[in-house]
């Protein structure tokens, strides 16, 4: 026998050096066959493969005949002639998947009666010079169960169990029925108190047992009688009995899974051939050390030894096995949800989970901010989504869930919580992870009753569940995150009615079919702005949200109310079959008078009104952007003539050539140097010096003459244009400020930023860029914004103004009081001047409010260390009152009005501060038709 050992370790070796299984095969029967050619003793093998396989097919023939009935399949011709067959299969077929278990175990176990029936001396012990006590081998099969390797592949299990051991031992050394008995008393407690498996699975697995130990013992007693085996051939009959006893297992248990899944898999057999190797292996380390232990039992301990040592590399190798099965299972995981959207997502990532989990059943509970939105549940049982209700299972789960990565409730938990949770999800187990740790929502992803060959879950599997909740976890996020950013995209924040974007597909999927009509209805809030500016930025949400709300309570179903912006409402009002003539009418009417009520904002009541403009379609055109327009154009008319309601005319586009024309001309103007600046003079009102200047952009047309600054401005800023416009100014004011500082002026001069210029950080790079040019200290520099231009990106504006600051550049606020965000801002901004709105300077003689705002915001800058410039003083009585309240500088046509620079110079030259404070100064006068010139654009050139 040392020839057959020298053998073993040499095939052990390929294996482990990981040469392929089958070469391993291959090597050991070529071996074999060299022996039985040997020994010429080939009826031996016959019997032990004729016997073998007659056991096959008959475990075959069974499990093949009951998966084929419970699917409703014809069976072989056998059965299809059997009287009432096709009543039979549609009894097996309405049974339970348990009651098909039990059906499989009661024919296994009669199969293991059947076969120790026909064993030869089935209780008789053989006289050997020693004998295995009964404890011992039921000892040595609980362990050979406890220490089974499982490697589990979604619902698939391969195992390598060592009972192959003490089942030749004992059919050598004892009689088959104390082994059979042996077997099922010492693997029962295994399963049930170590693997953990439901009494179901157990009791199949005892009747499997007793027939692998039947069929073992009827090929080692048929063939070998009560004789130990004499030479290599003989000791092949022990050996061919532990692999028939493993091929019937192998066969066994995907036969029941298929009846139970009641579904044929054939890929279930497909690793038949390498887990009898595997079995091979380990069997011929059997046959070396009983071999070894018929002489002495004590020899057993040293062929043991190194099967001991193959038995730990292998179950190492398994491990890794298994956890790189794990890396494929969260990478199939991650791939399955690539491709998933919206609720798919979810519903992939649970058919997975419950796949690879080899769990019962898998679900996802989530829950939201308030009591206002119901939780929600979405379960998956037995490969079928059910329905369970998410208020009575969200609170408990969520309650029980701990913080931790993963909570495990079980049955004998004593908090009636956790049993009510069981009891309502019927389960035994659950496997618990919080996931969606988001602000305005949290969930937990659970899994329940481990279905594999374990009924616990192992630390490798936690980890595994880990990392399954935190992708699936991530990917619903990442959903829940773009439908919110699409949400978004299309309505609006505040009121939450759809945007413009939505509204104008709206309106073109509306006007693109047929018999339909409908109107396009503009509005806008008439005294939206004073409201906003009395009573506060939140007082005016509160009336955009009510005014929302109104607008949608006047509208149909079918109709669309959207917000533009601000204080500017967009209607789309669709026809249906029950309209009247002048319904339209009716219902603009109806919109007018519930805006025109009052409204009650924190106990405040007040009028705000509207505007509308309306066109119509198809009567006034199908193009949505024209609709747009014309319906914009009415609206205007409708404010700027307060008349309520203007229905759209096309006498209203008469100015329409003008704008247009001015729009195509603002690039060419900025190329041409239409565009010019002219400077206005700041004074201080204490002592009457000028203190600086601010430049002002004109523009001369060469058609339509001189633009005004509030006609062009927005056509600019429409034209993308703003930024370059911004850049000329402050170049004209950089050589303004050298060709002053030439005759003796030193004096700062002010540009006004509009909102954009603020959120472009290349600002600052420019501005030193064109003051290095012009060879002029940045100190000489003052920009003006207003507080509107704050509104959009608080912190990249206060970003690019701290940076012109610490550069030198002196930052003021222009027309303070009028913004939308006045004292929540002011303490943010590195300013350094606030200059009062016009707006107030002019109602000072004749309002006491605006009075009161202008003291206010004086104290205010005081305080906070500014300097307080008025603009527009346009008489002496306003100077008085400004100078009485403590303002430090004005600016306005009662000192002079913007000039030309070489104008600006001769001013100041003849300027005498005594007489401004003393006597009315009477403004520059110049000839209104005298085409305004600018020296500095002449010497630039």
């Keep these: 026998m040392v020839w057959v050992y020298v053998v073993w370790i040499f095939v052990v070796w390929i294996f482990l050096v990981r040469v392929q299984l089958v070469r391993v095969f291959v090597v050991w029967v070529f071996l074999v066959g060299l022996e039985l050619v040997r020994k010429f003793l080939v009826g031996v093998l016959l019997v032990w493969v004729v016997l073998g396989g007659v056991l096959v097919v008959g475990v075959l023939l069974v499990g093949v005949l009951l998966v084929r009935v419970v699917l409703g399949m014809n069976t072989i011709g056998l059965v299809s002639q059997i009287s009432g067959a096709h009543r039979f299969k549609a009894m097996v077929g309405r049974m339970t998947p348990r009651s098909r278990v039990l059906i499989f175990a009661a024919l296994l176990a009669g199969l293991a009666v059947g076969l120790l029936a026909l064993t030869p001396s089935a209780n008789f012990t053989p006289q050997r010079s020693w004998t295995p006590p009964f404890l011992a081998l039921i000892v040595t099969f609980a362990l050979a169960e406890a220490t089974a390797l499982h490697v589990e592949i979604r619902k698939e299990s391969h195992s390598l169990s060592l009972s192959g051991i003490p089942?030749?031992?004992?059919?050598?050394?004892?009689?088959?029925?104390?082994?059979?008995?042996?077997?099922?008393?010492?693997?029962?407690?295994?399963?049930?108190?170590?693997?953990?498996?439901?009494?179901?699975?157990?009791?199949?697995?005892?009747?499997?047992?007793?027939?692998?130990?039947?069929?073992?013992?009827?090929?080692?007693?048929?063939?070998?009688g009560l004789e130990l085996p004499k030479n290599a051939l003989e000791w092949l009959?022990?050996?061919?009995?532990?692999?028939?006893?493993?091929?019937?297992s192998l066969l066994a248990v995907p036969l029941v899974i298929m009846a139970v899944d009641a579904k044929v898999r054939w890929h279930l057999f497909g690793d038949v051939g390498q887990s009898q190797i595997l079995a091979a292996l380990a069997g011929t380390f059997t046959v070396t050390a009983a071999a070894a232990s018929i002489n002495s039992p004590y020899m057993v301990f040293y062929a043991v030894i190194p099967l001991v040592g193959v038995s730990v590399m292998l179950r190492s190798s398994g491990h890794l096995a298994q956890r790189f099965n794990d890396l494929q299972k969260l990478h199939t995981f991650t791939r399955a949800l690539a491709n998933e959207h919206g609720p798919r997502t979810l519903d992939t990532g649970l058919?997975?989970?419950?796949?690879?989990?080899?769990?019962?059943?898998?679900?996802?509970?989530?829950?939201?901010?308030?009591?206002?939105?119901?939780?929600?549940?979405?379960?998956?049982?037995?490969?079928?989504?059910?329905?369970?209700?998410a208020e009575?299972?969200?609170?408990?789960?969520?309650?029980?869930?701990?913080?931790?990565?993963?909570?495990?409730?079980?049955?004998?938990?004593?908090?009636?919580?956790?049993?009510?949770?069981?009891?309502?999800?019927?389960?035994?187990?659950?496997?618990?992870?919080?996931?969606?740790?988001?602000?305005?929502?949290?969930?937990?992803?659970?899994?329940?009753?481990?279905?594999?060959?374990?009924?616990?879950?192992?630390?490798?599997?936690?980890?595994?569940?880990?990392?399954?909740?935190?992708?699936?976890?991530?990917?619903?996020?990442?959903?829940?995150?773009?439908?919110?950013?699409e949400l978004q995209?299309?309505?609006?924040?505040?009121?939450?009615?759809?945007?413009?974007?939505?509204?104008?597909?709206?309106?073109?999927?509306?006007?693109?079919?047929?018999?339909?009509?409908?109107?396009i209805v503009m509005v806008d809030l008439d005294r939206f702005k004073e409201v906003n500016d009395s009573l506060g930025h939140e007082t005016g949400d509160r009336l955009l949200i009510e005014m929302a709300r109104r607008l949608r309570a006047s509208t149909r179903a079918n109709d669309m109310v959207a917000r533009f912006g601000g204080d500017e409402f967009a209607i789309l009002l669709t026809s249906n079959d029950s309209d009247v003539a002048g319904d339209f009418t009716r219902r603009i009417a109806n919109i007018q008078n519930?805006?025109?009520?009052?409204?009650?904002?924190?106990?405040?009541?007040?009028?705000?009104?509207?505007?509308?403009?309306?066109?119509?379609?198809?009567?006034?055109?199908?193009?949505?952007?024209?609709?747009?327009?014309?319906?914009?154009?009415?609206?205007?008319?409708?404010?700027?003539?307060?008349?309520?309601?203007?229905?759209?005319?096309?006498?209203?586009?008469?100015?329409?050539?003008?704008?247009?024309?001015?729009?195509?001309?603002?690039?060419?103007?900025?190329?041409?140097?239409?565009?010019?600046?002219?400077?206005?003079?700041?004074v201080s009102i204490a002592d009457g010096s000028v203190t600086g200047a601010e430049a002002l952009v004109r523009w001369h047309h060469p058609s339509h003459g001189q633009i005004s600054p509030l006609e062009f401005l927005p056509l600019v800023v429409q034209a993308g244009l703003s930024t370059k416009l911004t850049r000329f100014v402050i170049g004209r004011a950089a050589a303004a400020i050298a060709m002053f500082r030439d005759v003796g002026i030193n004096i700062p001069i002010a540009v006004n930023l509009t909102p954009r210029d603020l959120l472009d950080p290349t600002l600052p790079a420019d501005v030193v860029r064109l003051f290095n040019s012009a060879?002029?200290?940045?100190?000489?520099?003052?920009?003006?914004?207003?507080?509107?231009?704050?509104?959009?990106?608080?912190?990249?504006?206060?970003?690019?103004?701290?940076?012109?600051?610490?550069?030198?550049?002196?930052?003021?606020?222009?027309?303070?009081?009028?913004?939308?965000?006045?004292?929540?801002?002011?303490?943010?901004?590195?300013?350094?001047?606030?200059?009062?709105?016009?707006?107030?300077?002019?109602?000072?003689?004749?309002?006491?409010s605006a009075a009161a705002i202008v003291r206010a915001s004086i104290n205010l800058a005081n305080e906070l260390g500014l300097t307080t410039i008025a603009e527009g003083i346009e008489d002496e009585e306003s100077l008085r009152i400004v100078s009485s309240l403590g303002c430090q500088e004005a600016q306005g046509f009662l000192v002079s009005k913007a000039v030309p620079a070489y104008d600006f110079v001769r001013w100041v030259h003849e300027w005498d501060p005594q007489i401004f404070r003393n006597r009315l100064i009477e403004p520059l006068q110049m000839p209104d038709d005298e085409l305004p010139r600018d020296p500095v654009a002449t010497s630039a050139a």
């Design 775 to 848: 060879n002029v200290p940045l100190s000489a520099l003052q920009l003006e914004i207003t507080e509107d231009s704050m509104v959009v990106d608080v912190d990249t504006s206060v970003a690019v103004l701290s940076q012109l600051r610490e550069m030198g550049v002196v930052i003021a606020i222009d027309d303070f009081g009028t913004g939308y965000s006045s004292l929540q801002q002011l303490h943010r901004l590195p300013v350094n001047h606030l200059k009062i709105d016009r707006s107030f300077i002019a109602r000072l003689a004749s309002d006491d």
């Design 237 to 248: 009959v022990p050996l061919g009995a532990v692999l028939v006893a493993e091929l019937m």
């Design 167 to 224: 089942l030749m031992f004992g059919l050598l050394y004892a009689s088959p029925l104390m082994v059979a008995a042996a077997y099922v008393i010492g693997a029962v407690p295994t399963m049930l108190w170590v693997r953990k498996s439901s009494y179901l699975k157990t009791m199949w697995n005892a009747c499997l047992f007793g027939a692998e130990a039947a069929a073992a013992a009827l090929i080692v007693r048929g063939v070998l």
């Design 489 to 519: 995209a299309r309505s609006d924040a505040l009121t939450g009615l759809p945007n413009r974007l939505s509204f104008e597909l709206a309106v073109t999927n509306a006007v693109a079919k047929s018999g339909h009509s409908g109107v």
């Design 351 to 389: 058919i997975e989970l419950v796949d690879i989990m080899r769990s019962k059943s898998a679900g996802l509970v989530v829950v939201g901010p308030s009591n206002e939105v119901p939780p929600t549940i979405r379960v998956l049982i037995d490969d079928v989504f059910e329905e369970l209700d």
């Design 594 to 682: 519930l805006l025109a009520s009052k409204v009650d904002v924190e106990g405040i009541r007040f009028e705000v009104g509207a505007s509308l403009g309306v066109v119509q379609w198809p009567a006034q055109g199908r193009d949505t952007a024209s609709l747009l327009h014309r319906a914009d154009t009415a609206m205007y008319e409708a404010k700027r003539n307060r008349l309520g309601t203007v229905w759209y005319t096309p006498e209203l586009d008469a100015d329409a050539p003008r704008r247009l024309e001015l729009y195509m001309s603002a690039s060419p103007a900025m190329e041409n140097e239409d565009f010019y600046v002219h400077f206005q003079p700041k």
């Design 392 to 485: 009575q299972i969200a609170g408990k789960l969520i309650a029980v869930v701990a913080d931790g990565p993963i909570t495990q409730l079980v049955e004998d938990d004593p908090r009636p919580i956790v049993q009510e949770l069981l009891h309502t999800l019927q389960a035994k187990k659950v496997l618990a992870a919080r996931v969606l740790g988001e602000v305005n929502r949290v969930g937990v992803l659970f899994v329940t009753d481990r279905l594999g060959m374990r009924a616990d879950f192992t630390e490798d599997e936690l980890r595994l569940f880990d990392s399954l909740a935190n992708t699936l976890s991530a990917r619903l996020s990442n959903d829940h995150l773009v439908e919110r950013l």
